[in-house]
């Protein structure tokens, strides 16, 4: 083995040359490729991770908004049951009222009919005996008051026992 | 052993085979790393640009591993260029060499010199018959090589220490006690002259076990049986090493870089 210095500095001189080389044709163009690359990889996954972010925001505000959706529904459901209800009983409350008015009214006119039927009959009945008793008595009775006072003395005992 | 081709230019002993070599290497790995990065794509990498990142990935681990990423992406292309040049330049030398014999030192010339080394192996041994030269083999096979690497490392090593990190840089050398200073500069040349050692011996050790190998087949059939496969085990087994030792040699760096970088305040 033994030094040869001209080799020596030709190894120099070839391999910085050699390196200056590489470093600018080849090794910086690559390195900023890579560079590049990295920039976009991490670019890409920034833009994921807010992508999905975002996703998972939207989703909460759909929950939410489904939520009170729901609540609203509940609420205009129950607000129906309780007028529907509150409505059957006024409905309910008018009919009983109808129908104690109909009846009452059916009653008192009953009543009337009744009295004036029975107003009637009397006075016809009153007639019709004084008529009968005229025919039968027609001379003796003389004095029309008196005997019609009589009748009609005879016919309230009659009425006042239906 | 091979002889190199050793040339005298303007009184200067230059190697041949390691300047064959090393511009062999550098345009392999200036290839490689540009036809990697030809059609580059963010979106769509091809699949030499994806084993180029692989790898340049494998680099970042092997900075990180050993100090702050923050200082030591600065480090990430040197890291690249030494794992690529050495991993090629070790891997060189296994497929085939290229040995060229002189039967004399007045055969022994190209490009109108003489190759120097040729005549003193004849001068010294005048009994030779042939001098084998060997112009193709692993440039990091050679000790200036691999030795210059190392000393690329020390240098920038060294300069970022006393730049970036002045106080710590001097304080170290006293550390623990005012009398371990002549301990700690030999570190620092040990530790330039094992990393560049380390690998040159391992790469160099694999090419003297190759060219045995290949002198058994002077044994006939069964040394040529014998030297096929010893051959392939032991390329297999290179191709290993030489992975290994490029490794080795950039985590080596970035070790060193680190430590020399590196505050020790915040302990």
């Excluded at chain 1, 003796?140 to 006042?160: A, F, M």
């Excluded at chain 2, 200036?30 to 979106?43: D, P, Q």
């Excluded at chain 2, 900075?63 to 794992?83: A, E, N, P, R, V």
Aim: hydrophobic residues 50%.
């Amino acid at each position: 083995m033994s030094i040869n210095i001209p080799s020596f500095i030709l190894a120099l001189i070839a391999f910085v040359i050699l390196y200056l080389l590489l470093n600018k044709y080849a090794f910086g163009p690559l390195f900023s490729i890579m560079e590049k690359r990295r920039e976009l990889v991490m670019s890409q996954m920034n833009e994921a991770a807010q992508t999905r972010d975002q996703a998972v925001a939207y989703v909460e505000e759909q929950k939410k908004a489904l939520e009170a959706a729901r609540k609203e529904a509940y609420e205009i459901i129950e607000q129906s049951k309780q007028t529907s209800s509150k409505q059957a009983d006024q409905l309910m409350a008018q009919a009983k009222e109808e129908a104690a008015r109909i009846k009452e009214e059916a009653v008192r006119d009953i009543a009337s009919e009744k009295n004036k039927a029975v107003q009637e009959l009397r006075n016809e009945v009153g007639a019709v005996s004084v008529k009968i008793a005229s025919k039968l008595l027609e001379k003796e009775v003389s004095s029309e008051g008196v005997q019609e006072e009589l009748v009609d003395q005879y016919l309230k005992e009659v009425g006042g026992r239906p | 052993m091979h002889e190199s081709p050793i040339i005298e230019l303007g009184g200067i002993p230059i190697d041949l085979s390691i300047v064959l070599m090393l511009i062999v290497t550098c345009v392999i790995v200036f290839v490689i790393a540009k036809l990697a990065t030809r059609n580059l794509s963010v979106e769509n990498p091809g699949k030499l640009q994806n084993f180029m990142e692989w790898a340049v990935e494998f680099v970042q681990n092997l900075i990180s591993s050993t100090m702050d990423w923050k200082k030591g992406k600065h480090f990430l292309s040197l890291g690249l260029t030494f794992i690529m040049f050495i991993f090629v330049a070790n891997l060189l030398g296994l497929p085939f060499g290229i040995v060229t014999d002189y039967h004399g030192a007045e055969h022994a010339h190209i490009f109108g010199k003489e190759i120097v080394s040729v005549k003193e192996a004849f001068e010294k041994n005048p009994e030779l018959e042939e001098v084998g030269v060997a112009w193709w083999k692993s440039p990091t096979a050679d000790a200036s090589v691999t030795m210059a690497l190392a000393l690329i490392v020390f240098l920038l090593s060294h300069f970022l220490g006393i730049t970036k990190n002045t106080k710590n840089y001097f304080k170290h050398y006293f550390q623990p006690y005012w009398f371990f200073f002549p301990i700690n500069v030999i570190e620092q040349f040990a530790k330039l002259l094992t990393q560049g050692m380390r690998l040159f011996g391992n790469i160099f050790a694999g090419e003297v076990l190759i060219s045995v190998l290949l002198k058994l087949t002077a044994l006939g059939a069964a040394g040529w049986v014998a030297s096929a496969l010893g051959l392939v085990v032991w390329q297999g087994f290179s191709i290993f090493v030489g992975a290994i030792q490029a490794f080795v040699f950039t985590i080596l760096t970035m070790v060193y870089i680190s430590q020399m970088i590196e505050s020790h305040d915040e302990h």
